[in-house]
């Protein structure tokens, strides 16, 4: 099951583990085993929210530093492009199917590279397929 950095930063936040990642996504997932995953995520957060407010003010202060630091490194390593090759492969997919939904949830946003893609698929469908695969490869 795939975990939102939210989810995953908030738990990191407020656990009394050791704040690496890796820790953090074994915690939660080993306590989302039942059927209901969006209750044992909840029972994951009160948990920790719980040790949390057990801290003195000086280790709250080094946790929230310490989750920050982390923070930084997850969206250096999104911004260099270390996703899953699955994501690139079902993009290119779609790039042929419907270029400029591709592009759209390629770059996250409708910038300039999504209207050329529009654009270039409304009047020829071949070079807007084109250019949405260049966008996403």
Same mark, same amino acid.
């Given at each position: 099951? @795939?975990?939102? *950095? !939210? =989810?995953?930063?908030?738990? +990191?936040?407020? $656990?009394? &583990?050791?704040?690496? !990642?890796? $820790? =953090?996504? $074994?915690?939660?997932? $080993?306590?989302?085993?039942?059927?209901?995953?969006?209750?044992?995520?909840?029972?994951?957060?009160?948990? !920790? +929210?719980?040790?949390?407010?057990? /801290?003195?003010?000086?280790?709250?202060? +080094?946790?929230?530093?310490?989750?920050?630091? =982390? !923070?930084?490194?997850?969206?250096?390593?999104?911004?260099?492009?270390?996703?899953?090759?699955?994501?690139?492969?079902?993009?290119?997919?779609?790039?042929?199917?419907? *270029? *400029?939904?591709?592009?759209? /949830?390629?770059?996250?946003?409708?910038?300039? @590279?999504? #209207? /050329?893609?529009?654009?270039?698929?409304? /009047?020829? #469908?071949? *070079?807007? &397929?084109?250019?949405?695969?260049?966008? =996403?490869?």
């Amino acid at each position: 099951m @795939k975990r939102t *950095p !939210a =989810v995953l930063l908030a738990a +990191m936040l407020f $656990t009394s &583990v050791s704040l690496n !990642a890796s $820790t =953090v996504i $074994t915690e939660s997932t $080993t306590k989302t085993t039942n059927n209901s995953p969006a209750i044992a995520d909840d029972i994951v957060v009160q948990d !920790a +929210m719980a040790e949390f407010r057990s /801290l003195s003010r000086v280790e709250k202060k +080094m946790r929230i530093a310490e989750v920050k630091k =982390v !923070a930084k490194e997850f969206k250096v390593q999104k911004a260099a492009g270390t996703d899953a090759s699955t994501d690139t492969i079902l993009l290119a997919i779609l790039a042929i199917l419907l *270029p *400029p939904l591709a592009v759209y /949830l390629h770059e996250n946003a409708t910038n300039s @590279k999504f #209207w /050329l893609s529009l654009i270039l698929t409304l /009047l020829f #469908w071949i *070079p807007g &397929v084109i250019y949405a695969l260049f966008v =996403v490869l």
